[in-house]
């Protein structure tokens, strides 16, 4: 597994799984403007894929995906050593609670400042 991790804070390798085009340009511009490398996956299958090769420092997950959801992801996640302690933002309109494990939940829509606070004390 490639390590892409750069340390905590500003320049954090952030993982956005997120399948609406509008919410994921403007979460990864945000992300990009504040100095972060930010990878991207449309669907959970390639979220999973990205995982086999890469450790980012934070990942941004919504809920509701294609394929694999997001509920599938966190579980792989959690049940994988590797990438169990990797911590995870959900991000989703159709969460009601926190699910277990996870940093923190942005419900959607959310302001880009809100994700910016949640992104710095998340990643350190």
Same mark, same amino acid.
């Given at each position: %597994?490639?390590?892409?991790?750069?340390?905590?804070?500003?320049?954090?390798?952030?993982?956005?799984?997120?399948?609406?085009?509008?919410?994921?340009?403007?979460?990864?511009?945000?992300?990009?403007?504040?100095?972060?490398?930010?990878?991207?996956?449309?669907?959970?299958?390639?979220?999973?894929?990205?995982?086999?090769?890469?450790?980012?420092?934070?990942?941004?997950? !919504?809920? %509701?995906?294609?394929?694999?959801?997001?509920?599938?992801?966190?579980?792989?996640?959690?049940?994988?050593?590797?990438?169990?302690?990797?911590?995870?933002?959900? %991000?989703?309109?159709?969460?009601?609670?926190?699910?277990?494990?996870?940093?923190?939940?942005? &419900?959607?829509? %959310?302001?880009?400042?809100?994700?910016? !606070?949640?992104? &710095?004390?998340?990643?350190?």
């Amino acid at each position: %597994m490639t390590t892409a991790t750069s340390g905590a804070g500003r320049g954090s390798v952030i993982l956005v799984v997120e399948d609406d085009d509008a919410v994921c340009e403007e979460v990864c511009d945000a992300l990009r403007d504040d100095g972060h490398q930010v990878l991207t996956a449309r669907d959970g299958r390639r979220a999973l894929a990205l995982l086999a090769q890469l450790r980012p420092s934070l990942i941004l997950l !919504d809920l %509701m995906l294609p394929d694999v959801n997001g509920w599938e992801v966190l579980a792989v996640l959690r049940a994988t050593p590797q990438l169990a302690d990797i911590p995870v933002v959900v %991000m989703s309109a159709h969460v009601h609670e926190a699910p277990l494990k996870v940093a923190h939940v942005l &419900r959607k829509p %959310m302001s880009i400042d809100e994700l910016r !606070d949640v992104v &710095r004390r998340s990643c350190g």
